[in-house]
């Protein structure tokens, strides 16, 4: 294997899930028709992902326990922090720096560790 091609989070609630994704963190619903799942875009359409309805039973399982995403931004990290916090998103500690670059984590409803990376130049 040498390429992830594309990657779905399973979700309790998909509308409310949907909505973080939009409203909270800027992400842009692709718009492909599915009754199961929605797929997004960001970043100028460079990323997709998508949250689905669960496959099987999730009931008393914790979602996101061990999953963590991370996505490249081409903001300034201290801008980003300041609009999730604005909008209510749980943020998992400070800004960080990595091997990488700087980092936010946020947590999704479903518990999803989402972490943003303002890359080393």
């Known amino acids: 294997m040498r390429k992830l091609e ?3 989070l399973q979700v309790r609630d998909i509308e409310a899930s949907k909505a973080f994704y939009t409203q909270k963190l800027g992400f842009e619903d692709s ?5 199961h799942a929605c797929v997004f ?4 359409g460079e990323s ?3 949250i689905r ?3 099987g039973d999730l009931d008393g399982k914790e979602l996101g326990v ?15 922090q300041a609009q999730l916090l604005a909008k209510d998103v749980t943020l998992l ?3 960080q720096e990595t091997p990488f670059g700087k980092i936010i984590v946020a947590k999704d409803p479903d ?5 943003f990376l303002e890359t080393v130049e």
């Open 53 to 55: 309805t669960p496959i």
């Open 41 to 44: 875009r960001y970043n100028k």
């Open 66 to 80: 061990g999953v963590a995403i991370w996505f490249a931004i081409d903001e300034k990290i201290e801008d980003l």
């Open 6 to 8: 594309f990657a779905s």
């Open 111 to 115: 518990g999803y560790k989402l972490t």
């Open 93 to 95: 500690g400070p800004i």
């Open 48 to 50: 997709s992902f998508a």
């Open 31 to 35: 718009g492909m028709p599915n009754p």
